[in-house]
Every structure is written in structure tokens, then in C-alpha cells.
């Protein structure tokens, strides 16, 4: 079984910095690339940034020069360094990850549960 688990939500001011931490466990084989959605309410789930097992990470526009994506070296937690937070910014963030599970030759996406990010004074 595979599970992935966000943490690091919360509330901050505009302008403010928040990091979010998405650690994958079970039975991984590998993982691929590893990526941070996000949801508004009332809006559909957009894509934040993406961190490939080898190559450069991509970011969203809106959140380009803000953001940082990165993982550590066992490759098995991703971080969303957040900076500059805009209220537009408030959603509920979701990991992903493009895992093998062990004893399978097959790579699929697995979700977190997400972690709720409010910027606001």
C-alpha cells in the first residue's frame, strides 16, 4: 500500500511564507516524478508545480519566482516553499506522485488528502 501525507498548512498573512511537506511511504518501488496541486473553492484543480526524477522542475505561472519545489535525496518527500503569499493563493494544496508499488511493473498517480493554505490578515 501506498500513502502519501501533506503537511504544513495553516494561515498567514499576505505576504508571508509557508512550507509544505508531502512524504510518500509503503510499498514503493520507485517514484517519478512528483508534483503539488491546488484547489479553490469553487474552482477546478490547477497544477503548481512539477519535480521530475531527473530534469527541471516547472511551476504555474502564478506562481513563478514565488515558489520553490525541491526533494530530498531519497527522493521520497517533496516540499512547496511558498513566499510572497497573495489571498489568490488560498486553497487546498495536493501532492502527487508517479509511484511503482513493489511487486508491480505498473506506475500510477497516488494522492495526498491535502493541507488547507489560507493567506489573509
Known amino acids: 500500500q501506498v500513502q502519501l501525507v501533506e503537511s504544513g498548512g495553516g494561515l498567514v498573512q499576505p505576504g508571508g511564507s509557508l512550507r509544505l511537506s508531502c512524504a510518500a511511504s509503503g510499498n514503493i518501488d520507485n517514484i517519478y516524478a512528483m508534483a503539488w496541486y491546488r484547489q479553490a473553492p469553487g474552482k477546478q484543480r490547477e497544477l503548481v508545480a512539477t519535480?521530475?526524477?531527473?530534469?527541471?522542475?516547472t511551476y504555474a505561472d502564478s506562481v513563478k519566482g514565488r515558489f520553490t519545489i525541491s526533494r530530498d535525496i531519497a527522493k521520497t518527500t517533496v516540499y512547496l516553499q511558498m513566499n510572497s503569499l497573495k489571498p489568490e493563493d488560498t486553497a487546498v494544496y495536493y501532492c502527487?506522485?508517479?509511484?511503482?508499488?513493489?511487486?508491480?511493473?505498473?506506475?500510477?498517480?497516488?494522492w495526498g488528502q491535502g493541507t488547507q493554505v489560507t493567506v489573509s490578515s
Open positions: 502527487s506522485g508517479l509511484i511503482v508499488p513493489i511487486g508491480t511493473q505498473e506506475q500510477d498517480d497516488y
Open positions: 519535480i521530475p526524477g531527473i530534469g527541471s522542475p
